[in-house]
């Protein structure tokens, strides 16, 4: 049991790199970007063949995210350039990535279990187990990158795509473009999914060709789980850095869940209905609630006025 908790904090850690670039096009471009699935298969199919190659395993992580981002650019170009709906536009590359996966290994998988890979390095060089090995890299990747976050979405440009999620017409008002805040984040965003299938891959020693299925809904419940756990803190965590970091314990959090529901002795083909109920009552769950307050309060106001 306990060794299946510490398996998933290494993998909540890693696929909370991938939540991350969700949180970018959700929350902060209100944009629901279906790349993701397509992505974080393409990050780990890139980061395979070239591990395989003989590549340096770093080095094959930084291409895996480069090649996350130009999926994203794909979306972006299709999105701005010909006003193609978002959640189409990231469809129609999500649905071309498959392919083109496919192409880069020429096969449905490609298994590492010979190659090196930073994890391999880690646990050669300390002496530590797999598990512990993937919490410490992931860990360190993860505060690199919600610190370098919080610095760019603090820049001027930063800023303006943060704005463009708020309020578009307000930001172009402003004499910015919005095309171009658009692409920038959709690339960010999918280049950081792109760099989690890139860990994910190296981690378990193989990519395969379905690897990313179903990682906007892992992603979306992560992100609602760390939001829950935000509101029910004494502080309410509402700094944007705050709020990076919540999306990354949310991950934890998920892959705990789904560790315990596992160990407890749930089918592992349900977990699908699992992470989508999850999410659903993470989302409705909080609509209700403030239904019930308002109604309370209309009818408190009244019965004030009733006694007058």
């Not at 298969?41 to 090649?67: E, F, H, Q, S, T």
Request: hydrophobic letters at 55%; a positive charge.
């Amino acid at each position: 049991m306990g060794l299946a908790l510490l398996g998933a904090v290494s993998q909540g850690i890693l696929w909370g790199i991938m939540v991350l670039g969700v949180f970018i096009t959700y929350k902060l471009l209100d944009i629901a970007d279906l790349t993701v699935d397509g992505s974080f298969a393409l990050g780990g199919c890139v980061c395979a063949v070239l591990v395989v190659a003989g590549v340096n395993p770093l080095l094959a992580i930084l291409a895996a995210m480069l090649a996350g981002m130009v999926a994203g650019a794909v979306t972006g170009f299709l999105h701005t350039v010909f006003e193609i709906p978002a959640i189409l536009a990231g469809i129609l590359t999500q649905i071309g990535l498959w392919s083109i996966n496919l192409r880069i290994m020429g096969k449905s998988n490609t298994p590492l279990l010979k190659n090196d890979t930073i994890f391999s390095q880690v646990t050669d060089l300390t002496g530590l187990s797999t598990n512990i090995a993937s919490i410490i890299v992931g860990v360190i990747v993860a505060v690199a990158i919600i610190a370098a976050l919080y610095w760019f979405f603090g820049t001027e440009i930063g800023s303006a795509c943060r704005a463009t999620g708020n309020n578009e017409a307000m930001v172009r008002a402003l004499g910015v473009n919005t095309k171009v805040t658009k692409m920038i984040a959709l690339m960010l965003s999918n280049g950081l999914v792109g760099l989690s299938g890139g860990l994910i891959c190296e981690s378990q020693k193989y990519a395969d060709i379905g690897m990313g299925t179903g990682a906007i809904v892992i992603g979306l419940a992560a992100i609602v789980i760390g939001e829950v756990l935000g509101r029910l803190t004494p502080g309410k965590l509402r700094a944007f850095g705050s709020r990076l970091t919540a999306a990354v314990v949310g991950s934890v959090v998920y892959f705990l869940i789904r560790a315990i529901v596992l160990q407890m002795g749930m089918d592992a083909n349900d977990m699908k209905l699992l992470s989508a109920i999850i999410v659903a009552l993470a989302l409705c769950i909080p609509v209700v609630w403030e239904k019930y307050q308002l109604k309370r309060s209309y009818t408190r106001a009244a019965r004030s006025e009733g006694g007058r």
